[in-house]
């Protein structure tokens, strides 16, 4: 199994402020990363997959950047809307995908 | 507009049986593969379970192969998961998960959840 491991488990950022967050993968999943954006109650959302492809209607202060097996999700100046979890997701085991733990982005 | 629509979770007995299902619309659902996706408070999200088009051939996560069976009827647009020998750890909200039409491993579109409650 390809773990899929996020860091920080929290960060707090202020509005209008650009966000980093990590991701890392047990072994090389080659671009086959994706992120996702839940909000409570709310099913994840496909923000980018291919490690930095924008899935459709993503805005582009959504940026994912990496290979093998660190990858990094920014966001580059945050709105109110924006304050959620994240996820990772690794798709190059299939079919055992396997999902980070996920990073909470808090308003500072 | 995609939607899927799940249900059929309930509060159920450690060993206890359920079966839930999801109701496909707004796309051509015989031409997916499509995916169960679970969310509990002990691993967060994990996969769960996949079938492909036809419904021959399906593949399901080690933590439930043995007790769980995906299942669809293309004639009914629906997806179901069959959960047998259940255990408190598969407490969690169960999502029916559509991938996308660019790269099949990632999940484009999610159903609003069911939730499946295992306790005596």
């Known amino acids: 199994e390809i773990v899929v491991t996020q860091s920080p488990a929290t960060l707090s950022v202020s509005p209008g402020e650009r966000a980093t967050l990590s991701c890392r993968a047990s072994q090389s999943v080659n671009s086959n990363l994706a992120w996702y954006q839940q909000k409570p109650g709310q099913a994840p959302r496909l923000l980018i997959y291919?490690?930095?492809t924008r899935a459709t209607g993503i805005p582009d202060r959504f940026s994912g950047s990496g290979f093998g097996t660190e990858f990094t999700l920014t966001i580059s100046s945050l709105q109110s809307e924006d304050f959620a979890v994240y996820y990772c997701?690794?798709?190059?085991?299939?079919?055992?995908?396997?999902f980070g733990q996920g990073t909470k982005l808090e308003i500072k | 507009e995609v939607q899927l629509v799940e249900s059929g979770g309930i509060v159920v007995q450690p060993g206890g049986s359920l079966r839930l299902s999801c109701a496909a619309s707004g796309f051509t659902f015989g031409d997916y593969i499509m995916h169960w996706i679970r969310q509990t408070p002990g691993k967060g999200l994990e996969w769960v379970s996949l079938?492909?088009?036809?419904?021959?051939?399906?593949y399901h996560a080690d933590s439930v192969q043995g007790r769980f069976t995906i299942s669809r009827d293309n004639s009914k647009n629906s997806l179901y998961l069959q959960m047998n020998s259940l255990r408190p750890e598969d407490t969690g909200l169960y999502y029916c998960?559509?991938?996308?039409?660019?790269?099949?491993?990632?999940?484009?579109?999610w159903g609003q959840g069911t939730l499946v409650t295992v306790s005596s």
């Open positions: 079938i492909n088009w036809d419904g021959e051939t399906t």
């Open positions: 998960a559509k991938p996308s039409s660019m790269v099949g491993g990632v999940f484009a579109d």
């Open positions: 291919g490690a930095s």
């Open positions: 997701q690794q798709y190059k085991n299939w079919p055992m995908y396997t």
